[in-house]
């Protein structure tokens, strides 16, 4: 079955500094890509997600990258602000019929 | 009025007892989750329902039962709770559509196994 793997565990950046999270997949199947930002004591929510016939999506200050040979996704985050500082997930799935395969997660925190 | 509730948001139990956590959401949509968060294990899902007469087993079932009573209720239950359940628990719906992936989490229950 399909396996996300999300590096790194936590990351540390200065404000204003750019941060990339990135996550592996192993099913070629795969086709939809989602990233969801956790708030402490919230739920998960999507905060952009990209699709296998697209290479990369942006958001503001938010983009998704993926590499379908390698199998390999990330997010990156630019300028980053005090309201960066959350848990961000990684996700993969072959579409809506078929559930989401989640990442570890990855611990962001963003030093005045 | 928050779209996803969970009830309770927090809960003590001790090993053995019968627990069930409940999920009501108003955005009216047909598909709903529940999913176990633990610390660097990231979600785990554990049941998920297409419609009212549609369930499944996630990766995680064991130990675990649910019930979907009506397209806006669906409830989890664990029929004699362990101390390796206590973790994060959440709800999450999603809409039907090849392009309408995006799932909408409740604010979690805190569940703890002593």
């Known amino acids: 079955g399909e396996n996300v793997e999300q590096h790194p565990s936590t990351l540390s950046v200065q404000e204003g500094d750019s941060a990339v999270i990135k996550c592996t997949y192993s099913d070629s199947a795969s086709n939809y890509f989602p990233w969801y930002k956790q708030e402490l004591g919230k739920g998960p929510q999507l905060i952009i997600d990209?699709?296998?016939n697209v290479g990369e999506k942006k958001d503001q200050r938010i983009a998704v990258t993926l590499n379908k040979t390698a199998k390999h996704f990330s997010l990156h985050i630019t300028e980053t602000q005090p309201e960066d500082s959350a848990v961000y997930f990684c996700a993969a799935s072959m579409g809506s019929n078929y559930q989401l395969i989640w990442g570890a997660g990855t611990k962001l925190i963003i030093k005045p | 009025d928050a779209d996803v509730t969970q009830t309770p948001r927090n809960r003590i139990t001790k090993t053995g007892k019968r627990i069930m956590l409940e999920c009501s959401q108003t955005?009216?949509?047909?598909?709903m989750y529940w999913y176990r968060q633990d610390p660097g294990l990231g979600l785990q899902l554990i049941y998920y329902s297409f419609d009212v007469k549609d369930i499944n087993k996630g990766e995680i079932s064991d130990g675990y039962s649910v019930s979907r009573q009506a397209q806006a209720k669906f409830s989890l239950s664990l029929e004699s709770a362990i101390p390796n359940q206590t973790a994060l628990y959440f709800c999450?719906?999603?809409?039907?559509?090849?392009?309408?992936?995006?799932?909408?989490f409740g604010p979690g229950t805190r569940l703890t196994v002593l």
């Open positions: 990209i699709r296998s």
């Open positions: 955005k009216g949509h047909d598909r």
């Open positions: 999450a719906t999603s809409d039907v559509g090849d392009e309408l992936n995006e799932q909408f």
